[in-house]
């Protein structure tokens, strides 16, 4: 009996109530590969899952209420608007634009008002909104459905509460991320000063200007206005810590290794545990994710394929992760693989789309590890997995 008949047989797995309306995202090669202890080992090699991948609960419920909204508005014919990408995917957004839903970019977001009208109907992204768009919607009379995270909201309470309690904010992140884009709106709101450093070299470059009381001009030069608000370091002497909720928890870790040792140098430790607060706001979905990651890399695969949306930042950490370990291509599905010999990716340093050639080794058998984000459908990487067990047969 060869390997490929020993693989349990096809059955779904029984799907949860909360999960019913999640069924076109699924993939039965995915389940049988799960099943199966997350190995699938075909004819040419070995092909592994991680312990943990793919869509977190906050997707699962953005994805089910989107969905929920369609099947309802079917009936009444409203429109629906999205406000943005559901979620860094571009498989599932373009899944739901074929059920009849209007995706804003962020250009016409900006003017709502000339799109959205009382008898619509507005989703906000898992990202949420800024809070000027999200309160003109509410004003307008129109159904709003709001799928955001809810680890996303608690980054802004406690991100609001540290500005009631005197902290200027520093956000670890994009600065142009959805997410943070709306982190900084209620920042602002909130009456705050933040500032948005998205590297550890951007952290400790803040660090020294804090600690000389650099003026406001070598600030603003560091630090342009998508990334601050604020126009000098007074605020910052006493600074809370948040993080984009897909950051590298790791990255995060060192953050506040770097900010509190910066801040002991310049006031001395009890100055330090008086004028920083910290919050590891990085959601325990991409925590696992991560941890997943770097336990299927550090097994030694001969080569790992990352696979989720190129605007993915959860995704594109796991991607730098596995670089640490192992050869490694990111791929938003199945449409990547153009030969045996080319694979279509991205170079994340020019942010162009780049075909890389011998991505593939020739010897067999080989052991390939896939990971996917929290952001990528199953049935997409269902799709990345046939195809590669297609080439490694060849």
């Given at each position: 009996m060869s390997a490929e008949r020993a693989n349990p047989s096809p059955r779904r797995r029984p799907v949860p109530p909360h999960d019913q309306r999640l069924s076109a995202f699924d993939s039965e090669l995915v389940d049988r590969i799960r099943a199966a202890g997350n190995v699938w080992r075909i004819e040419g090699g070995e092909i592994f899952l991680p312990r943990a991948f793919g869509f977190c609960r906050g997707v699962k419920r953005a994805l089910a209420s989107l969905e929920e909204t369609c099947d309802r508005h079917r009936r009444t014919g409203k429109r629906i608007f999205l406000l943005g990408q559901i979620i860094h995917n571009p498989w599932v957004n373009d899944y739901f634009r074929q059920r009849g839903v209007q995706l804003l970019s962020n250009e016409q977001r900006q003017r709502v008002e000339e799109h959205v009208r009382a008898d619509d109907c507005a989703v906000i992204p898992a990202f949420g909104v800024p809070l000027e768009i999200e309160q003109h919607l509410r004003a307008t009379g129109c159904e709003v459905v709001d799928t955001s995270c809810g680890d996303v909201r608690r980054l802004w309470l406690w991100a609001e509460r540290a500005v009631r309690d005197g902290f200027a904010v520093l956000v670890f992140g994009k600065a142009d991320h959805d997410e943070t884009v709306v982190t900084k709106s209620r920042l602002a709101a909130a009456g705050g000063s933040y500032v948005v450093a998205n590297s550890l070299?951007?952290?400790?470059?803040?660090?020294?200007?804090?600690?000389?009381?650099?003026?406001?001009?070598?600030?603003?030069a560091a630090f342009g206005p998508q990334a601050t608000n604020a126009g000098s370091l007074d605020a910052f002497q006493r600074l809370a810590q948040v993080s984009q909720t897909t950051m590298l928890y790791s990255d995060t870790m060192k953050v506040r290794q770097i900010v509190h040792e910066a801040f002991v140098r310049a006031v001395g430790q009890s100055g330090a545990d008086e004028r920083l607060q910290f919050q590891p706001t990085v959601c325990h979905a991409t925590q696992d994710r991560q941890a997943a990651a770097v336990e299927l890399c550090a097994a030694g695969p001969d080569l790992v394929l990352v696979v989720g949306g190129f605007q993915s930042s959860n995704t594109r950490n796991l991607y730098r992760l596995a670089s640490e370990y192992a050869r490694a291509y990111f791929i938003e599905d199945a449409e990547a693989f153009r030969t045996a010999g080319r694979l279509h990716t991205i170079d994340l340093e020019t942010e162009k789309p780049v075909e890389v050639s011998d991505w593939l080794p020739a010897r067999r058998p080989l052991r390939v590890g896939i990971l996917a984000g929290a952001s990528s459908p199953e049935i997409v990487v269902g799709q990345v997995l046939q195809k590669l067990a297609d080439l490694l047969r060849a």
């Open positions: 070299d951007q952290v400790r470059c803040l660090c020294e200007l804090i600690v000389s009381r650099a003026d406001g001009e070598r600030f603003r």
